[in-house]
Structures are given as structure tokens and as C-alpha cells.
């Protein structure tokens, strides 16, 4: 069976010392060494100035969105998974969404300043599949009308646009760290941020509200991170070099051999100086073909995924159903393959060849 995905784990003896450490000190959780040291050594990594290793993804969002005091209504993206838009609706604000670039699948920055009001506090975008936002439209936007951005960078460790972290723009970057990652530590997230206001909040919120061990800034919520998550993340950081050469290696391979069929491959925005290739999606010409090759791999123990479906304006529990045609098009026509570094270049070859037998 193969998977749209698989964990990457290190040796297990690499693992298993720094387990015989946590054993050793008893230190489980609650900023533990091994917290703080990956903290530092990622920080480093990205270029980064205020770096927060929290449980997950979604809590990093949630914190972010307290950070920046956002509220009433949002200008967020309807193609990203659901907690982009779960985080805003659960944090009390109104997701109102623009249209995506076609093509390259990212929030499209004038549709972001059509459906500007006075109503609006903020812009909620995400980096697509690694590839960045219009940053540099977005920010002038935000600047021009007072507004904070935060980019949900779940799938852009690594990333860099104009040779520095894509991480380093918006007001706030959250990360996932979830198995199924490039960069994983099992279950787990970030929050960065350059602004000193904004990071002093967010420590603070990620533990409770805590300033010392009896008093409180504020309301705050439990978003620290176990030793044993961030154990494994020290194993995996030295080897993220290798882990995205080996995925850009099958990356090209697909294309080679999928680029003379009646498909659409993601563009990657210009002046992307370093690209992760965290996903490889393919876009259809129908949603029929889609189903077509979607369920010919099934049939062979392939999995792949429809990643992201649906497009996110058409949830039921969003108030504001609008209409996003991009969006709307590329939901129901994006399928995104196996990838992952074990995979072979004969199980690419094999992908491609099903998918070839059934657009022909």
C-alpha cells in the first residue's frame, strides 16, 4: 500500500539518546532543555528572529490570532485546510474570503483589496503548499490600511523568497509540525515573529497567562510542547537538507513523465530563492478525470488525496458563503500525489504510468 505520505523517522538509537537523557534529568515537559535547544537551533536555521515551539498547528494559529488582537472580520483564503478558517471561526472572527491566484493557488492580493471595509481587523493567508503569498502586495495593503497579517506557513518550513525565510514577513508566521510534515516532531508547531511587543504576548499565551510562577499578564491557554516532541525534532533538523533533495528528486521525475498529459502542475511564485517541495499536486481538466485517476490508484493501493477539498467558502458553518471561483475550480480539480523520501523512483514511474492509462 502506498500512502499520499509517510513519516520520516531517524535511526531509532539516535532517538533513543535522547530519550535515556529526558530519563536521566526527569525533565518531561514545561520548557525542558531539549524545547530549548531546538527553539535556538531552528531560530538559527530559518533566520528567525522570536521563534515558539507550541503543540501544534491550529494552537499556533489560535495564539496568533490573539496576538494580533484580531476580531470582527478576517480577509482570509477559501483553499487551505480547514483549521485556517476553524482558527478564525473559534477565536470569534468572521472569515470573509477573497479570491487565490490561478495557478498558483495562493490569495490573490486584489481580490484581498476588493473585499477591504472599515469592518476589517486583519488578513489570514497561506503560504499554498510551500509557495509563497504576494508578500510584498499583501504588506502594502495592510500598511496602507492599518491592518495586521498573519500567514499560516504550515507547509513552507524551509522556504525562502528573495534569499531570506518567507517566514520573516507578515506580522506573525505559525507553523505545523504535525507527522505528516517535511519537518515533523510528531505532533507540534511554531509561532514567529520579528515584532518584540507581539513576542512577549505570545510567550506569555502559550502558557497559561504565566509571568513567574504566581503572576499573570492575562488570559492564556496550554500550548507547550513536550522533551520527547522536541527529541524529535533535534534528530530530524540535521537532516532536512537531505529529506528535501530526495522529495525534489521524485518531484521531477513526476513531472518528467506527467508533463505531456493534459494537466496543470503548480507555479511557483518568482523570486522563490529556495522551494521545499513539501507537496506535488496536479491539477485536472475536470473533476471527472480527477475521479477517474483518483480511483484507478485507489484500485492499485495507491492513495492519493484531494488536498484541498473543498474549497473552504462553501462550509456550512461559515456565515458568509461567498462565491470564489478560482478556488471553487482548483478544489474540485487538485489531487495531490504520493511523496514522501522512501518513495522509489519505480513507484513514481508506476503513479505515472496509471495516471497515463487513464487520460488517455
Not at 505559525?174 to 516532531?185: G, P, Q, R, V, Y
Request: charged letters at 20%; hydrophobic letters at 40%.
Amino acid at each position: 500500500m502506498i500512502n499520499v505520505t509517510k513519516s520520516y523517522l531517524p535511526p531509532l538509537e539516535e532517538y533513543v539518546k535522547y530519550l535515556e537523557g529526558i530519563w536521566d534529568r526527569g525533565h518531561l515537559t514545561n520548557h525542558g532543555p531539549l524545547v530549548l535547544e531546538l527553539e535556538e537551533k531552528i531560530k538559527a536555521y530559518l533566520g528567525v528572529k522570536h521563534f515558539f515551539f507550541v503543540n501544534n498547528g491550529t494552537i499556533a494559529l489560535q495564539i496568533a490570532i490573539k496576538a494580533a488582537n484580531l476580531n470582527g472580520d478576517v480577509i482570509t483564503t477559501p483553499f487551505s485546510y480547514v483549521a485556517t478558517t476553524s482558527s478564525l471561526v473559534w477565536e470569534g472572527c468572521r472569515p470573509v474570503f477573497a479570491d487565490i491566484v490561478k495557478g498558483r493557488l495562493t490569495l490573490d492580493s486584489k481580490s484581498v483589496e476588493e473585499n477591504l471595509t472599515p469592518k476589517t481587523s486583519g488578513i489570514l493567508a497561506t503560504h499554498v503548499y510551500g509557495n509563497p503569498c504576494d508578500v510584498e502586495e499583501i504588506e502594502m495593503l495592510a500598511a496602507s490600511n492599518g491592518l495586521k497579517v498573519i500567514y499560516d506557513a504550515a507547509h513552507a518550513f524551509g522556504v525562502e523568497y528573495k534569499g531570506k525565510s518567507v517566514l520573516n514577513y507578515g506580522d506573525i508566521s505559525t507553523l505545523s509540525f504535525h507527522a505528516t510534515k517535511l519537518f515533523h516532531t510528531i505532533e507540534g508547531g511554531a509561532i514567529i515573529t520579528a515584532d518584540d511587543e507581539l513576542a512577549n504576548r505570545i510567550s506569555y499565551m502559550r502558557n497559561f497567562g504565566h509571568d513567574g510562577p504566581t503572576n499573570f499578564l492575562g488570559a492564556g491557554i496550554n500550548g507547550k510542547s513536550s522533551e520527547f516532541q522536541a527529541a524529535m525534532g533535534l534528530c530530524l533538523l540535521p537532516k532536512i537538507s537531505e529529506i528535501m533533495c530526495l522529495r525534489e528528486a521524485i518531484c521531477t521525475r513526476y513531472r518528467e513523465k506527467l508533463e505531456r498529459l493534459p494537466l496543470e502542475f503548480l507555479e511557483i511564485k518568482p523570486g522563490t530563492t529556495r522551494y521545499n517541495y513539501a507537496y506535488f499536486p496536479i491539477v485536472f481538466q475536470t473533476e471527472n478525470d480527477l475521479m477517474k485517476v483518483f480511483n484507478a490508484l485507489k484500485d492499485n493501493d495507491i492513495y492519493s488525496r484531494r488536498y484541498f477539498y473543498p474549497s473552504l467558502n462553501t462550509l456550512h458553518f461559515v456565515k458568509n458563503n461567498l462565491q470564489a471561483n478560482n478556488s471553487e475550480y482548483a478544489a474540485s480539480r487538485v489531487l495531490c500525489l504520493p511523496l514522501y523520501p522512501e518513495l522509489s523512483i519505480e513507484t513514481a514511474d508506476r503513479i505515472s504510468s496509471i495516471i497515463q492509462e487513464n487520460l488517455n
